[in-house]
């Protein structure tokens, strides 16, 4: 069940429930961070793919134009209806090799392995110190002898200076909102996304808590689970942030 509060007059929801789901699809429908790097790094590893934190499919579909099987899973039921949603509309050769399941990333059991695991848009801080072991240990159990384990993270990089930043971005919708970072610690900032409203609209905000996870920090925690970190790959971002791709396979 999605919980709401109330600060003032404006409503304060998840990020991932109903309604913060559609916003958020619509900031990120034509973000294209990420893709390039992480279809380059799934060919380089043959068979089917696993994407946790599918989310509504912006990497999914472009893992799908690979032209391999993808499972992707999410935990938010929202967000999967969007992403079913979406693949209905694709032409039958796309969305047969797609699999969509509701489940949580760090508790998953599916029964069959796979080549690839994609872990992309940074999702692992979303993720506390405990869920990230199960995670690892979840993966270990879905890949393929050979397999790899992708994923991403973005930090702030040394010197960036703590605070609160908004910006404002347009969604593909055409829709205003306004969107902000503030750092509630060292190690956690909370992002809120606010739709701008007109004339008797309800004014709400979603937002979300994530971790500030350097990927020297999870290169170390992938090595205590039981993988080696194979490659790093820097990618890019705006000043004051470290975005990092990392690529794993369990220890032999």
Not at 8 to 16: C, E, F, P, Q, W
Not at 38 to 55: D, M, Y
Not at 159 to 182: F, K, N
Not at 203 to 228: H, I, K, M, Q
Request: aromatic residues 6%; contains cysteine.
């Amino acid at each position: 069940m999605t919980t709401t509060t109330r600060t003032s007059d404006i409503r304060t929801a998840d990020l991932y429930g109903p309604q913060g789901a559609a916003a958020y699809h619509d900031i990120t429908t034509r973000d294209t961070d990420e893709i390039v790097d992480l279809r380059r790094a799934v060919r380089r590893t043959p068979g089917e793919i696993l994407e946790l934190a599918a989310g509504a499919g912006r990497l999914t579909f472009a893992l799908l134009a690979l032209g391999r099987e993808v499972t992707a899973l999410e935990l938010s039921g929202a967000l999967c209806r969007l992403l079913a949603d979406r693949a209905a509309l694709t032409p039958a050769a796309l969305r047969t090799r797609l699999t969509v399941v509701e489940a949580d990333m760090t508790s998953f059991a599916l029964g069959r392995r796979f080549g690839v695991v994609v872990l992309g848009t940074t999702s692992v801080s979303l993720v506390d110190e405990p869920g990230r072991r199960e995670l690892y240990r979840r993966v270990a159990e879905h890949l393929a002898p050979g397999g790899r384990f992708l994923l991403t993270t973005r930090s702030r990089a040394a010197g960036h200076p703590a605070g609160e930043t908004w910006t404002r971005v347009e969604g593909a919708s055409g829709r205003g909102y306004h969107l902000g970072e503030q750092w509630t610690d060292p190690g956690t900032r909370v992002v809120t996304l606010r739709p701008e409203t007109g004339p008797g609209e309800e004014r709400v905000e979603f937002t979300s808590v994530v971790r500030n996870l350097p990927a020297e920090s999870l290169a170390s925690e992938l090595d205590r689970a039981g993988f080696v970190v194979r490659t790093r790959t820097d990618l890019p971002d705006v000043p004051g942030w470290d975005h990092v791709l990392l690529e794993a396979e369990v220890a032999s």
